[in-house]
């Protein structure tokens, strides 16, 4: 074997030995701290559910699909015209959101807010490979965002044909809406606060055993001290 073959063993075999050791430490910190790891992790836990459940608002959706006609009048669909509305639904989202349609809604529901600001809560979302397209709304009431839907639905149509003369859209479901909120996702923030808990914890551990200065065995003398062990001398 090559001096150089015999090197890299031995830098491998350091290597090795780094991560034994590392791991043991990690190890340990468990074993010596599993009390506080799982306290902490706990009250993270429930912290992450209190103010993800009590503490942040909810949301509420609600949500109606439409088809895009590129011809209101056609009997039959070519892959053409299939094509062309799948394009259209972009023009369809831009209109939808725009002042023309939003400004109506915010009259008609005296919701008090300019269009600028309600569109923040309204999304136009192509469903993949169709030519459907789903609006929604998403607020903090689940009777005010059925009723946004409800108005769009009542005069997007209408404003889509003045602006799109060979287009045209029609409202293919009834309004989606569940009872609970969209969000917060409850049960996802309860696991990221337990879960940064733990680390914070696990960090801890780590330190204090990371940071030992205290020789407890021989293997310590070794490790912490870099020096051989020549003898022992035993307590009895």
Do not use: H
Not at 2 to 29: M, T, Y
């Amino acid at each position: 074997m090559s001096e150089a073959q015999k090197e890299a063993v031995a830098r491998s075999a350091q290597q090795n030995d780094e991560i034994e050791i590392d791991l043991g430490k990690v190890l340990e910190a468990i074993k010596k701290y599993w009390a506080l790891l799982l306290a902490v992790t706990l009250v993270c836990g429930v912290l992450g559910f209190l103010v993800s459940n009590f503490a942040m608002t909810k949301k509420y959706r609600a949500s109606v699909d439409m088809i895009v006609n590129t011809s209101s009048d056609a009997d039959l669909v070519s892959n053409d015209q299939v094509n062309s509305a799948k394009n259209l639904v972009s023009t369809y989202s831009f209109i939808i959101t725009g002042s023309n349609v939003l400004t109506q809604v915010v009259d008609n529901l005296d919701l008090g807010m300019t269009y600028e600001e309600l569109g923040k809560l309204i999304s136009v979302d192509a469903v993949t490979d169709t030519q459907v397209f789903t609006v929604s709304a998403t607020t903090d009431d689940l009777e005010l965002s059925k009723q946004i839907v409800r108005e769009i639905i009542k005069i997007a149509p209408a404003e889509i044909e003045k602006a799109v003369e060979a287009g045209s859209c029609r409202i293919v479901s009834d309004l989606d809406y569940m009872e609970t909120p969209v969000s917060p996702d409850v049960g996802k923030y309860t696991a990221v606060a337990a879960f940064a808990g733990f680390l914070l914890a696990m960090a801890y551990a780590l330190f204090r055993v990371l940071s030992r200065t205290f020789i407890v065995t021989e293997k310590d003398v070794t490790e912490n001290l870099e020096v051989p062990v020549l003898g022992v001398i035993p307590l009895f």
